[in-house]
């Protein structure tokens, strides 16, 4: 498997997403996630990269580790925050050594939760697109990018995040991966907007919720609305954290067969390390096609 075959199926692609562990204990939860997530063959799965030195050393470890020890296909985020030009090529090669040919190419926000004005390293770069274009020049990698629905928070319009995907697409990057996605129209919408510019596969990010105010915090963070009837379905059973689990895995399900109805690339699931509700989601779709393809 590799993303380029990835790229050239006719059937929507299975993707899982984790994030560096910070500590031996939630590493060790993070491979029996691997692990269990590995047996359904996904066509890649990735990492994301650290706002600090601690975190980046751990997703770079991870990914290569992933590369090393398994039969996944890893796709290793990268971001342009606090790093000047010398230091990405520096990872990038750290990359390509361990046989990871897949990045996909971040600009990344400053560090501390709190969202602050961008400012680029001296001797680094402005915008992900700038990336995309370094990785390239580096060697045979395929370079995804991000995409938001419901428009990146310091875009002033859906325009403006259309034609920054354009001009990513025309950097090199083939695919893009959004967001996490809750409203399937406004990813069908930055879609088709795009298809109309130029021809860059655009695959919605999902996340099974688990956790009713780990979404919250993650949605404001993101600048990702939760849809109202969405949200209360969830409040409906605020005091049940297993029925929590189960409207999230079936709020899941519901987005999941929309965007494969309504031809969607593929899938890509925010799985927070964890392997369970992910599964559950992915069991509840018919994907036979993918199954038997990816068997070989
Ligand atoms: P850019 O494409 O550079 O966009 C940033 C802003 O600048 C946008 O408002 C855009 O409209 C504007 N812009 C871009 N290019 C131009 C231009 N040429 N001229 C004018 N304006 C421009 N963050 C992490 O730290 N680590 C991760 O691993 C990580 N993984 C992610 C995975 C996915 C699938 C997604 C969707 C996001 C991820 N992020 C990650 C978060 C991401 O880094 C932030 O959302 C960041 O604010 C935007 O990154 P970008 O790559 O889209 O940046």
Not at 281 to 294: F, I, K, M, W
């Amino acid at each position: 498997r590799s993303i380029p075959r990835m790229l050239a199926a006719q059937r929507p692609s299975i993707s899982f997403e984790f994030f560096p562990p910070k500590d031996d204990a939630s590493e060790a939860v993070l491979w029996e996630a691997i692990r269990r997530l590995e047996r359904v063959r996904p066509d890649f799965v990735s990492v994301t990269y650290g706002a600090g030195g601690t975190t980046q050393d751990r997703t770079v470890r991870v990914t290569e580790r992933i590369a090393r020890e398994t039969t996944l296909t890893p796709l290793a985020h990268l971001t342009c925050v606090n790093a000047s030009v010398a230091q990405l090529r520096q990872v990038v090669g750290q990359y390509a050594a361990a046989g990871v040919r897949s990045i996909l190419a971040l600009r990344g926000d400053p560090p501390g939760n709190v969202r602050g004005p961008w400012v680029a390293h001296p001797e680094g770069l402005d915008h992900a697109e700038d990336l995309v274009r370094l990785v390239r020049g580096l060697g045979d990698f395929t370079v995804g990018v991000a995409a938001f629905p419901d428009v990146h928070p310091e875009s002033p319009n859906l325009e403006h995040d259309v034609e920054v995907l354009v001009r990513k697409h025309a950097a090199g990057a083939s695919f893009a991966v959004t967001q996490m996605v809750f409203d399937a129209d406004s990813y069908l919408r930055l879609r088709d907007a795009v298809a109309a510019r130029c021809d860059l596969p655009i695959t919605p990010g999902l996340m099974p919720v688990t956790n009713f105010k780990q979404i919250a915090r993650m949605s404001e963070l993101m600048g990702t609305p939760l849809p109202p009837a969405v949200v209360s379905r969830l409040e409906a059973v605020a005091d049940d954290p297993q029925a929590i689990r189960e409207v999230g895995v079936q709020v899941a399900t519901e987005l999941a067969e929309r965007m494969l109805a309504e031809g969607a690339p593929g899938l890509h699931f925010i799985t927070m390390n964890r392997s369970t509700a992910t599964l559950e989601v992915y069991g509840n779709l018919d994907l036979p096609v993918a199954s038997v393809e990816n068997a070989g």
